[in-house]
């Protein structure tokens, strides 16, 4: 088998060119090749080395799926070594992203040359791990102790241009990146230029107290995981000790990280999220109808943050709204989100007005004669809807993609108001849709092929993470949430605190406990939903009797300043309130439910455990393509923790066994068909499979 680092001598330049699509990883045989190519250019007539890769990017990375898999020689280190070790300097020319241990290999490089459009970055902590080949050691010495944290413990790559003022790259070129690479190369033969070993330099002491303050701040804003730690503890040993010293403590620390189970789930999460993104029964080459201009209905919340996510990505959007009145005011909220991005210094005044100037407003159905895809984002009432969609389909250009916003309404009898249901789909976006990384993409019965592959492409070229979901009420995420705030709601009236809820679920990794987030949702917003329902439909009482009452005392969550908690008007810090705690005393005496103490793991495994045995049901009914697309879904747009990979990875962590054991054990003690575990969930359970390995069997496996 040829290798994929070609080695060629051109004149004095030693070349060593990767080319292992589609990402230039470093499986095996690439660091081998590496290896082998500074091994042969000791011998020739070489007197510069230059390290470059062919495709769309310098090295992305280790290869992910050898981790866990046992080590085969050489491993990355020693490739770094020899590299750094070469007696003749080694330049490496950086294109697309040098990410990982491929931005190790150019630090292991004496020097780097970047195009203008590259970004180097150390993202490993996004899959639990710290960088395991000098990383950790060589950044601080190159651009110091707080830049290097910074870099580490975010994960965030830099572009070229902000790389090369922390003194992370040497050079950046606009264009012709190998033939800048090859002049810098010759001007560094000729001037016998030195080799700089990043190893050989210094690392600048902080003072007392940075790592500790660096420590809680991340004990704060990456909680419960161990990586961004271990990162301060490594830079710590960059400080300390000599630098063989510090690069055996990196390589300590990244094993135990490679071992956890936290990584196990962050990288889980990494491939599951690629899956996602393909549709099983859907040709790899079918063709995409072209999207350029947009169109969206309805100026609320929503409605501007999906017209703001188009006008991101360079899409024209025509923003229609019932009067002028109405038009203003969702042209109003669209201002303002560019304004917190330019006051979160995440765009430049300019950028924000380029943008916002891809944005225009109407009021008038004609306007929309022309768009390529139209998303509805109106008040969710199907019958509104359906007059929406008959609407569209009178105006629309044919061919257009007509899609819905609604997070609950059935898809398939609003592409019924049509004439077209083949060009109807669901595009639930979450709130705020310009920033929630998440897109559902809901597939109705009739849905063309080649709508839903536009979708899913389109969803990624906005900055989302497309997953796509078949029809059902709240398809994956609402559907599974509803059990998970009903247990929440239960444990409130059964006798929990607000505050012992969702400080439990905090502590073991959700971004919000769920009554905070009913808070900021706004308690309104179900209320209005039940009024809407006949009281048999409505459930049990006492899952949404305190909320009801809160909305009646105008107790709307934190818009109106309190609902579930009080809210502090300037900092918006929750706390707790007697008089909610009376509501409840009194609402659970007149529903009769007997209070009792509820510790932190019983809430825990009753709101986590609803979400599994719904998830169950979801993969089982084929509403979701597989149980990694519930995880994504979950990690991405409701704050499940990464680092237990999703719901349905956690599952499988625990044991299906076990969790079906405790599933039951809800069942005998609230005699409730709530905790009927789900068929998969048993069936699993009682064949000792996960639900990794049912995705893998050959009926389901893609
Ligand atoms: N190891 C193994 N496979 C990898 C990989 C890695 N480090 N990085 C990417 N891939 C695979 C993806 O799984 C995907 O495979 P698929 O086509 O079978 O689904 C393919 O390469 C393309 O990756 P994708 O992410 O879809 O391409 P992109 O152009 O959107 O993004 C990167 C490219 C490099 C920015 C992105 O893949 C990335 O961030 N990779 C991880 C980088 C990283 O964490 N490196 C440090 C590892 S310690």
Redesign the pocket.
């Known amino acids: 088998m040829s290798s994929p680092v070609c080695y060629q001598l051109a004149d004095t330049i030693g070349i060593i060119r990767v080319d292992n699509p589609?990402?230039n990883?470093l499986s095996q045989p690439v660091r081998q090749g590496i290896l082998d190519a500074v091994r042969a250019a000791r011998q020739d007539a070489s007197e510069v080395l230059l390290l470059l890769c062919a495709g769309?990017?310098f090295i992305?990375?280790?290869?992910?799926?050898e981790?866990g898999k046992p080590p085969a020689a050489p491993l990355l280190p020693a490739v770094i070594d020899a590299l750094e070790d070469s007696e003749k300097p080694v330049v490496a020319a950086i294109h697309?992203?040098a990410?990982?241990?491929?931005f190790e290999v150019a630090l292991g490089c004496h020097y780097r040359i970047a195009l203008a459009s590259a970004r180097v970055g150390?993202?490993?902590v996004?899959?639990g791990?710290i960088?395991?080949a000098g990383g950790t050691q060589r950044v601080p010495r190159l651009a110091g102790v707080s830049a290097a944290l910074d870099l580490m413990s975010s994960g965030r790559p830099v572009p070229a241009g902000r790389a090369e003022e922390l003194g992370l790259v040497d050079r950046v070129v606009g264009e012709d990146l190998e033939a800048a690479a090859l002049a810098w190369c010759r001007e560094l033969a000729e001037g016998r230029a030195s080799c700089r070993r990043v190893s050989a330099q210094t690392v600048e002491r902080v003072p007392d107290g940075v790592l500790a303050d660096y420590r809680s701040m991340l004990a704060r804003r990456a909680r419960g995981q161990l990586a961004p730690q271990k990162i301060v503890d490594a830079v710590e040993a960059a400080m300390t000790l000599p630098f063989s010293d510090g690069v055996a403590r990196e390589r300590e620390y990244f094993l135990e990280c490679l071992q956890s189970p936290q990584s196990a789930a962050m990288r889980h999460l990494?491939?599951a999220e690629?899956?996602a993104?393909?549709i099983a029964d859907l040709p790899k080459d079918t063709l995409q109808r072209t999207v350029s201009r947009v169109g969206v209905i309805g100026g609320g919340t929503m409605g501007s943050g999906i017209a703001t996510s188009f006008a991101n990505a360079g899409f024209g959007v025509t923003l229609l709204e019932v009067d002028d009145e109405a038009l203003e005011r969702g042209l109003e909220t669209v201002d303002r989100n560019y304004a917190g991005s330019v006051k979160r210094g995440k765009l430049s005044e300019t950028e924000a007005a380029q943008r916002r100037g891809c944005i225009e407003g109407t009021t008038a159905y004609s306007s929309l004669a022309d768009v390529d895809l139209v998303i509805e984002a109106v008040f969710e009432n199907l019958g509104l809807k359906q007059e929406v969609f008959a609407e569209l389909d009178a105006v629309c250009k044919p061919g257009a993609i007509l899609a819905t916003n609604t997070s609950y309404q059935d898809v398939d009898r609003i592409a019924a108001a049509t004439r077209r249901p083949e060009d109807v789909i669901g595009l639930h976006f979450f709130s705020p849709a310009h920033v929630m990384k998440l897109l559902e993409v809901v597939r109705a019965e009739r849905t063309a092929d080649d709508v839903l592959a536009s979708c899913m492409a389109l969803g990624?070229k906005i900055g989302k993470i497309p997953v796509m979901a078949r029809v059902c009420y709240g398809f994956i995420g609402n559907r599974m949430l509803r059990p998970y705030m009903r247990e929440a709601q239960l444990c409130l009236i059964e006798g929990a605190k607000p505050a012992d809820i969702d400080t439990a679920m905090e502590q073991w990794g959700m971004a919000m406990g769920p009554l905070a987030v009913a808070d900021l949702a706004g308690l309104d917003v179900g209320y209005k939903a039940r009024q809407g329902l006949p009281v048999e439909q409505r459930g049990d009482p006492r899952a949404y009797r305190i909320a009801d009452v809160l909305v009646e005392s105008g107790r709307l969550g934190q818009k109106s300043g309190a609902g579930f908690y009080v809210y502090d008007p300037d900092t918006r810090q929750r706390s707790e309130d007697p008089a909610v705690l009376d509501i409840v005393a009194r609402e659970a005496a007149d529903l009769a439910v007997a209070r009792r103490e509820i510790d932190a793991g019983e809430i825990v495994d009753r709101l986590v455990y609803a979400l599994v045995n719904e998830g169950m049901r979801i993969v089982e009914e084929g509403i979701a393509q597989r149980p990694g697309d519930i995880d994504v879904v979950y990690a991405y747009g409701y704050g499940f923790p990464a680092f237990r990979g999703g719901p349905m990875f956690y599952a499988d962590t625990v044991g299906l066994d076990e969790v079906l054991d405790r599933i039951e054990g809800f069942r005998r003690q609230f005699g409730d068909p709530r905790w009927t575990p789900a068929p998969l969930l048993v069936e699993l359970a009682k064949t000792g499979r996960t639900l990794a390995d049912w995705a893998a069997e050959p009926a389901r496996s893609r």
Do not use: C, Q, S, Y
């Open positions: 589609p990402v990883v769309r990017t992305a990375g280790a290869d992910i799926t981790f697309g992203t990410l990982g241990g491929g150390l993202p490993e996004r899959l791990l960088p395991g990494f491939f690629r899956a993104a393909k990624k």
